[in-house]
């Protein structure tokens, strides 16, 4: 019998290590791949496998080779495990004390079979069509037989008729659809999202948007998964992943890198385009501008005498070292308190939601996104953001903003287009925090700069509308998936203001993101499952 099982994690993986501390060195300082800190989850931590118990036992001899067993301790209890091992091993049995990928029986009391691939899963393991998950039942019978008596249904918690039929035994079908899948921030599969991440931005820098989108739907539905993926066997079955991604997932596995790549970080219109786009302000049009007139360095660009700047770009040049170390939360938090106490004295009412990767979860991010809506009058909705800029203003806080009026029509149909922009009034703005007291240790900080820029995105919609933008700035690729849902599988449009059903030729009407979801007949996700 081959391994029964995939040990997804704790095992030598060299190659992929290398790697993976090449593409993601730690989540609190900005990567060099990653200056603006877009992926936050920190390296994965072992998980305790659980641990036999080490018993003074003469050793037995091993009559049935081809059988390896693990007795579950979970609902049995220690004790009366390490009879039944000790029994065993009398009998002949080989019994492991842990679980290895030796492991080819698994034999559980008073689980379902559900309850003890869910077990698997918590700990990165995944179960194979080969392994048996059995019934404490069995390991009796076998004990009164002498020998491993027929497995049949009654003994087996997990009965699976056609194998290869079902790649990924004991789980759910994965959708193509991010918001049909639950991703949290525990990322199994960095060595090869972040080697998709990068491909996905070199296509951004190259406009290639078919590309782009292959990549990051590849890196999306990686994100996903409870497993490291250690053979091309466990992506069988796994959507997104066309013959250009199986390739380099293969490349992965087998060299621990990918020579594509590779050849990305080392290409100088791509280490060009990062660091360019680093700058708050530049997007691909400036980048690509300063690329052809044969600028590599940003201190090159900003000692040009000939460059004109747009406002945004400086600020962006001018707070640029403040702007590229991420945002920490105890840094969101205190901006947090900043913008609550602003809005609250201009509109006690009104609801102010931290959105964006902050509400997802993440640690560190680029900036720090707020929802503020408010049950009073349009009038005041419209006068908030002003005020409230002014009052940064008077205070000194107000490094640089940049007003959007809204733009807002209240009948008008869902964008079709999963990635355009929302009209909702709104300011993107840089900050000035404070350093709280706790903090003036810190060895980034410039010498007697007792501040640090922060972006900070604010946007204020109607009220009836505050469940679609909330959705809609919570974000990540998920956002786009639910809309490209919404279009391609309940005939809906949704975007950060509406959802309108085609059929019904009528407004779906949602109080709160659960609403919305229901509307769309799907499972409820949660903010911090969204980081797709
Ligand atoms: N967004 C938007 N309109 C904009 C800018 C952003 O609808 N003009 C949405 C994006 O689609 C995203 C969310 O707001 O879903 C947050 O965007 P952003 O701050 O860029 O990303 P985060 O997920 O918060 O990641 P980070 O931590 O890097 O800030
Ligand atoms: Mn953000
Ligand atoms: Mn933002």
Known sequence: MTSGLLVKEGQALPLFWRYHLMAQPEAASASPMDPLCTASSGPRKKRPRQVGASMASPPHD???QNLVLFILEKKMGTTRRNFLMELARRK?????????????????ENNSGSEVLEWLQVQNIRASSQLELLDVSWLIESMGAGKPVEITGKHQLVVRTDYSATPNPGFQKISQYACQRKTTLNNYNHIFTDAFEILAENSEFKENEVSYVTFMRAASVLKSLPFTIISMRDTEGIPCLGDKVKCIIEEIIEDGESSEVKAVLNDERYQSFKLF???FGVGLKTSEKWFRMGFRSLNKIMSDKTLKFTKMQKAGFLYYEDLVSCVTRAEAE?????VKEAVWAFLPDAFVTMTGGFRRGKKIGHDVDFLITSPG???DEEQLLPKVIHLWEKKGL??????????FEKFKLPSRQVDTLDHFQKCFLILKLHHQRVDSGKSNQQEGKTWKAIRVDLVMCPYENHAFALLGWTGSRFERDIRRYATHERKMMLDNHALYDKTKRMFLKAESEEEIFAHLGLDYIEPWERNA
């Open 334 to 338: 205190a901006v947090g308190v900043l």
């Open 92 to 108: 002949g049995f080989r019994v492991e004390n842990e679980l290895s990928d030796s492991v080819t029986h698994i034999v559980a």
């Open 377 to 379: 009058s349009a009038e």
């Open 62 to 64: 091993i009559k049935f």
């Open 277 to 279: 786009t680093s700058v």
């Open 398 to 407: 107000l490094l640089y903003y940049d007003l959007v009026e809204s733009t």
